[in-house]
């Protein structure tokens, strides 16, 4: 995004136009130039990707009328404003009116350039952060169920969608905070069994009698401290979904009983001998390959080959980065209103650390961060960000393509005399492009003519 963003030259003097349009071409910036503040206003729209470089004194309509016109078409867009003429009082005035910057002529490039940068990296984070919004906002159905962009979501969207409609038992893999209780949910949420029960628990960490009594329920007297008869959660589910989380931390011998009631669609409640039929489907989750674990003897095959009808495989976070900022922002949105907080804006320094961070609790890791964020907790780094240059070392093939570079463009500056746009057409490159390079080189086209 930040690539496409344009600086909107307006001034009147076209030596200036050309001046500025060079200098900040070789510094990687996409230019557009207007001699009339008028002509620029009517190819503008709230939605265009720019940031406006504009003189202050001009004839018909001048800088701060300019400026007053964007500040009605998108209050965000940033306006630079430049004069010649330039004061306290009219830099005061043009920033109490939504001003991004006011510069004085005769302009200093380094400040100019470093507000220029800090104006698009402002714009393009807010068209951005609107856009997900507005996608955020659109979503109806699964899409706002399951949220992100990436091509491993829309797949995984996909495949609920038509194993909803089967009613078939599942297997869910993904690593832990990955969101495998979500993806059961959608497999409920859009199956024929919607007004029925889902019915979770979670296989870790619980003792054998402990899992069996919650699974299968247990009769009044059928152990020490069962004082009354209790509904198990498989009973509980009947015409709806059991939903099995960490189903390879459940113990080989629950493992048994649990096979002979998929197998039979009953059950016996502990304590008793009457059998209890049940419908239903079961969605069971796991962070480890239950093929392997059966390999080990860790899990039972019959019980693997029962379950794995069809499976789902979640990808990490830090392999899904189309969804990071999404969901994101769709975890914002819900803290803002769970905590009563107004959503702070995202600057450009924090999105990148977000993209790059390595998620290793993957959503769940996520979700915490935003709520941190909207309390205004935000963590001095985020898990894993590191800086992606560091370790980046040019090799001898770099060095010498480099080099070769150097000489055809040389060549083509020496053909042409020194002019950029006649040297670039005989380079195939764009003007912008040979003008970056020649800046990497430390090439002056004058040196040429």
């Known amino acids: 995004m930040k690539q496409d963003i344009e600086v909107i030259i307006i001034d009147d003097d076209s030596e ?123 979503l109806s159905g699964i899409d706002k169920f399951i949220i992100g962009e990436s091509a491993a979501i829309q ?13 078939v038992d599942t297997i869910i893999y993904g690593a832990t905070g990955s969101g495998k209780e979500i993806v059961a949910q959608a497999l409920h949420k859009y199956s024929d069994r919607y007004q029925q029960r889902f019915m979770a628990i979670n296989c870790g960490g619980m003792t054998e009698s402990l899992i069996e009594s919650e699974l299968f329920g247990h009769e009044a007297g059928a152990f020490t401290g069962a004082n009354k008869r209790h509904i198990g959660k498989i009973e509980a589910a009947h015409g709806g979904t059991l939903f099995l989380d960490e189903i390879e931390s459940m113990p080989i011998s629950v493992q048994i009983k649990l096979l002979r009631v998929l197998q039979e669609r009953c059950i016996e409640r502990v304590g008793s001998s009457v059998s209890i039929p049940v419908k239903m ?5 796991s962070k480890e390959d239950l093929a392997a674990l059966g390999d080990q003897g860790k899990f039972r095959k019959d019980l693997f080959y029962r379950l794995n009808v069809a499976s789902i495989n979640i990808a990490p976070l830090n392999q899904r980065v189309a ?76 060095s010498r393509m480099e080099q070769f570079e150097r000489v055809l463009i040389e060549q083509g500056l020496k053909s042409t005399q020194g002019q950029v746009n006649k040297a670039a057409e005989l380079l195939n490159l764009t003007t912008k492009t040979l003008y970056r390079k020649m800046k990497k080189h430390q090439l002056d086209k004058k040196t040429y003519k």
Do not use: C
């Open 281 to 285: 489907t079961v969605i069971a989750a």
């Open 155 to 167: 797949q995984i969207r996909q495949q609920v969608l038509s194993l909803a409609k089967s009613n």
């Open 323 to 398: 969804d990071i900022l999404p969901l994101f922002l769709h975890f914002a949105a819900k803290a803002g209103v769970q905590y009563n907080r107004e959503i702070p804006s995202l600057n450009a320094s924090f999105t990148d650390a977000l993209i790059h961070a390595s998620w290793p609790g993957n959503v769940r890791e996520l979700k915490n961060s935003a709520d941190r964020f909207v309390l205004g907790i935000t963590p001095a780094a985020l898990p894993g960000a590191t800086d992606l240059q560091a370790n980046l070392h040019p090799s001898n093939y770099d």
């Open 16 to 138: 200036i136009i050309e001046a500025l349009s060079e200098m900040l071409t070789l510094e990687g910036f996409n230019i557009r130039a207007y001699q009339r503040a008028q002509d620029a206003l009517q190819n503008l729209s709230a939605q265009s990707p720019v940031v406006v470089l504009t003189d202050v004194r001009m004839p018909k309509m001048d800088g701060m009328s300019l400026l007053g016109h964007l500040q009605q078409l998108d209050s965000s867009l940033p306006v630079l404003l430049m004069s010649g003429h330039g004061d306290i009082p009219m830099a005061m005035q043009a920033m109490r009116e939504g001003a991004y910057d006011f510069l004085e002529k005769p302009l200093q490039p380094a400040n100019l350039i470093s507000q220029l940068r800090r104006a698009v990296d402002k714009r393009a984070l807010m068209l951005e952060n609107r856009q997900l919004k507005q996608n955020l906002a659109q």
